[in-house]
Nanobody, 124 residues
Framework: QVQLVESGGGLVQAGGSLRLSCAVSGSTFTNYAMGWFRRVPGKEREFVAAIGGSSDSVFYGNSVKGRFAIARGDARNKVYLQMNTLKPEDTAVYYC?????????????????WGQGTQVTVSS
């Protein structure tokens, strides 16, 4: 059974930083294409960042470009989301997603597996 476990959320002041982690277990993937999304109550899920399963190419949503960075851990089944210069509008539940794929993917319905989500709250 594939499981994604996220960690690293919390409360931070505007301008601060947080690092989220996501690890995939129980999988037999060949290529770990992974992404981060976020959701605010009453709004649609928003794409944040993605990393390709084969080339490790990355792509970011416009609202986080230049502030957030997605990177792999020592193992290919683990990714981090480094979030810098956080703003109150970054407050959301952040979800990690994964699929066995070569490229990066920016649509939620392209992913097969999801984590439980971790709350990030940025105070002004």
């Amino acid at each position: 059974q594939v499981q994604l476990v996220e960690s690293g959320g919390g409360l931070v002041q505007a301008g601060g930083s947080l690092r989220l982690s996501c690890a995939v277990s129980g999988s037999t993937f060949t290529n770990y294409a992974m992404g981060w999304f976020r959701r605010v109550p009453g709004k649609e899920r928003e794409f944040v960042a993605a990393i390709g399963g084969s080339s490790d190419s990355v792509f970011y949503g416009n609202s986080v470009k230049g502030r957030f960075a997605i990177a792999r851990g020592d193992a290919r089944n683990k990714v981090y989301l480094q979030m810098n210069t956080l703003k109150p509008e970054d407050t959301a539940v952040y979800y990690c997603a994964a699929k066995d794929g070569l490229y990066y993917y920016i649509l939620a319905n392209q992913y097969d597996f999801w984590g439980q989500g971790t709350q990030v709250t940025v105070s002004s």
